[in-house]
């Protein structure tokens, strides 16, 4: 009797605290929401939702903007997602005599899914193209019935044409940005890739870059052909290295839904956050040093599916997956 005493005591106790936790979860996931009234016939809701993996070093943060338009027959929401992905890099072992390696960012992945199949669109987003600058600055506006504009400027305020604007700002040196091959009105996704690196003067290299076929292979970081020593010691200094291939990328992205007034649906949304780790390698041939890059040594994805109530303009973080390399 006693020990079935105890394990109804456990199971009750065990109960109470995942309905405490679930319900301080559920409570720390919806945000407060600020509510903006542009003129009469536009409402602004805004809001946050957030996700993060310690393990990972992966941060989500959604500013969400629901923009309730008389004008226009369906509700839009405009999504930034900002964060934090860091990129994987580890040292080389200056102990290693005849190779040796380096773990550095060679990409990041960010995505938007809409998951259900309700009436829930991606109609627009930013960037909205290859981008090769150093700096990715980009405006994306609202105007009555829906009109959406995309521009590269930044200054100036909003003409009386537009109620709202939400801008994207952030730095990719050495790296360029690319558009998912499969994005749809259900999803987009971008890429910011390794591009166009210099070294001391040379290249520029890439991560599939090589000397056209010569015995060097690809000398994305590595120091000298001929240098004596500890392969170890035979790479560039971290400080000539870009800054995202051994630190941390800021990502900062727009994507625009739209959802009909009449479908009372709640909409999953899932956003990944994704870091692709590449293995540079540089070993000793027998006469000189040569260097070899794999892409996609590591892979750390981090996904966050956020509900998305339309009828309360609010968010809920429901689900939270990581996967390892």
Do not use: C
């Amino acid at each position: 009797m006693k020990i079935n005493k105890m394990i109804k005591t456990t199971i009750l106790t065990s109960t109470a605290f995942l309905l405490l936790t679930s319900h301080a979860f559920a409570e720390e996931a919806i945000q407060p929401v600020k509510v903006e009234k542009v003129n009469d016939k536009t409402t602004i809701y805004k809001t946050t939702a957030t996700a993060d993996s310690d393990k990972y070093k992966i941060s989500q943060i959604l500013n969400l903007n629901f923009i309730k338009d008389k004008t226009y027959d369906k509700d839009t929401l405009i999504v930034k997602a900002t964060g934090n992905i860091n990129s994987g890099f580890q040292k080389a072992d200056p102990n290693d005599y005849y190779s040796s390696h380096l773990l550095w960012g060679g990409q990041y992945n960010v995505a938007l899914t809409a998951e259900n199949n309700d009436s829930t669109s991606i109609v627009d987003y930013a960037p909205k193209n290859q981008n090769e600058n150093f700096q990715v600055q980009q405006i994306l506006s609202y105007g009555g019935g829906g009109d959406i504009n995309i521009s590269n400027k930044l200054s100036g305020g909003l003409n009386g044409k537009y109620t709202f604007s939400e801008t994207i700002n952030y730095k990719q040196e050495n790296y360029r940005t690319i558009i998912n091959r499969k994005t749809n009105d259900k999803h987009v996704g971008w890429g910011v890739e390794a591009h166009k690196i210099m070294n001391n003067g040379w290249g520029p290299y890439s991560r599939d870059a090589d000397d056209n076929g010569g015995r060097f292979g690809n000398e994305l970081f590595m120091k000298s052909r001929t240098q004596s020593g500890n392969a170890g010691l035979n790479f560039i200094p971290e400080h000539q290295m870009p800054l995202l291939s051994r630190g941390n990328f800021n990502p900062e992205f727009l994507g625009v839904l739209t959802h009909k007034e009449d479908d009372k649906q709640k909409t999953k949304l899932k956003v990944t956050y994704q870091a692709e780790t590449d293995l540079y390698k540089i070993y000793w041939d027998g006469f000189f040093w040569a260097g070899q890059n794999q892409k996609r040594f590591g892979i750390r994805t981090f996904s966050a599916v956020y509900e998305i109530d339309w009828q309360n303009h609010s968010a809920k973080l429901v689900e939270e997956v990581s996967k390892p390399y």
